[in-house]
């Protein structure tokens, strides 16, 4: 039997790993996202990244090391990059998918009364902090007919604990003119359920706001695929 010729199986290889991402792309541009399993679809999103790699085994790896495909767009960089195969331009393109989605939900509050469009707030929430390793405390700054003047991000923690200063709080509400506020923190453990100092915080918070005219519509909890409204829990 002849000797295959120097170079000639990686030419197969390429030949092949082509071919099944031109077969790829093709059932994507079919099927769209429901003819992909959840690695196939991270195969996809790291073709222009890795464009000589054999992004299967990467794709898989990353299911296997976060449990999920949002689990691992919502990873921290320095876990991805422990992955073996993905690079920073790699890592990038995940992040930038994360933050597509964030970008999304957001822009579906904009110019919206955010009392009226309760289930997009959620959406846009559960896609920014549901998956975070760390606690964050954030703020949604509303006007007098509930529209949204600005979200931000007041305090990042450990994972169980952000500090949270009330008066730091109700500055940033005057600055803002806003004469409403939705609080919200996520539970990286997953579980939404308030917590004693929750409580205690968000009733110091209320205390110092009543007396400027500023209301706390709600304060709510981002666990995994859940959470909690205070107003709910009638704890407001």
Known sequence: MKDPEPGSSDKSDASGHKGHRQRLRERFRKTGEQGLADYELLEFLLFSALPRQDTKPIAKALLQRFGSFSAALAAPRERLKEVTGLSD??????????????????????????????????????????????????????????????????????????????????????????????LVHNHPSGDPTPSRADIQMTQKIIEVAEPLGIEVHDHIIVGLRTNVSFRGMQLI
């Open 89 to 182: 331009i790699s890592v990038d393109t995940l992040k930038a998918v994360h933050a597509a989605i964030i970008r999304y939900h957001r822009s579906e509050l904009n110019e919206r009364r955010l009392l009226d469009s309760w289930s997009k707030v959620i959406s846009y929430l559960q896609a920014s902090m549901e998956l975070s390793t760390v606690e964050q405390f954030r703020i949604l700054f509303l006007d007098k007919k509930n529209g949204l003047i600005a979200d931000e991000v007041q305090q990042t923690g450990t994972v169980d604990h952000t500090p949270v200063y009330p008066r730091e709080v109700i500055r940033r509400a005057l600055e803002h003119s806003a004469t409403a506020l939705i």
